[in-house]
Nanobody, 124 residues
Framework: QVQLVESGGGLVQAGGSLRLSCAASGGTFGSYAMGWFRQAPGKEREFVAGINWSGLGRVYADSVKGRFTISRDNAKSTVYLQMNILKSDDTAVYYC?????????????????WGQGTQVTVSS
């Protein structure tokens, strides 16, 4: 069983930056592909970014490509999401998730473990 705890959310002005962290425990972190998802009020959850077990493979949603960077530190069992040039459309609850599948997945039902989420609010 893997436990995931996100942190780093908050209120930021448009154009600003935030770095989210997701600390994992209770499993073999280095064997999991990790993903970040988000859900805005009244909208469905959407994929933001994913990273494979080694960190060498990364996938991004078109809406964040060039602005967000996902990374991981397997020694610290932590995955990060660096968010730059934030826009009001980025306002959402951000969730990290872990998948035991080898390749990066972009759909939520392929992730077995989820964190509780962290709120990101971008003011315009």
């Amino acid at each position: 069983q893997v436990q995931l705890v996100e942190s780093g959310g908050g209120l930021v002005q448009a154009g600003g930056s935030l770095r989210l962290s997701c600390a994992a425990s209770g499993g073999t972190f280095g064997s999991y592909a990790m993903g970040w998802f988000r859900q805005a009020p009244g909208k469905e959850r959407e994929f933001v970014a994913g990273i494979n077990w080694s960190g060498l493979g990364r996938v991004y949603a078109d809406s964040v490509k060039g602005r967000f960077t996902i990374s991981r530190d397997n020694a610290k069992s932590t995955v990060y999401l660096q968010m730059n040039i934030l826009k009001s459309d980025d306002t959402a609850v951000y969730y990290c998730a872990a998948s035991s599948l080898v390749t990066i997945r972009t759909t939520g039902n392929e992730y077995a473990y989820w964190g509780q989420g962290t709120q990101v609010t971008v003011s315009s």
